[in-house]
Nanobody
């Protein structure tokens, strides 16, 4: 089992930055691909970014490429999402997810475990 707790959401003006954190429990964290999804009101949940078990490869949705950076610290069992140049259309609940399998690439991410989500609101 993996438990995930997100933090770092909030209200920010367009052009600003936020850093989301996802603290994971469980001894197998460092072997799991991780990712961030988001869901805006009335829209489906979408993948924002993912990272493989070692941090060596990452994947980004086209909408956030060049603005968001995903990273992980396996010593701290934590995954981060640095969000820069935020836009009002980035407003959503952001969810951290972990793949239940081990040693996979970022593109193979499957959301088996989920956090409770953290709200990000970008004002224009």
């Amino acid at each position: 089992q993996v438990q995930l707790v997100e933090s770092g959401g909030g209200l920010v003006q367009a052009g600003g930055s936020l850093r989301l954190s996802c603290a994971a429990s469980g001894r197998t964290f460092r072997s799991k691909a991780m990712g961030w999804f988001r869901q805006a009101p009335g829209k489906e949940r979408e993948l924002v970014a993912s990272i493989n078990w070692s941090g060596a490869n990452t994947y980004y949705a086209d909408l956030v490429k060049g603005r968001f950076t995903i990273s992980r610290d396996n010593a701290k069992n934590t995954v981060y999402l640095q969000m820069n140049s935020l836009k009002p259309e980035d407003t959503a609940v952001y969810y951290c997810t972990a793949d239940g399998r081990q040693f996979l690439s970022a593109r193979d991410l499957r959301g088996d475990y989920w956090g409770q989500g953290t709200q990000v609101t970008v004002s224009s």
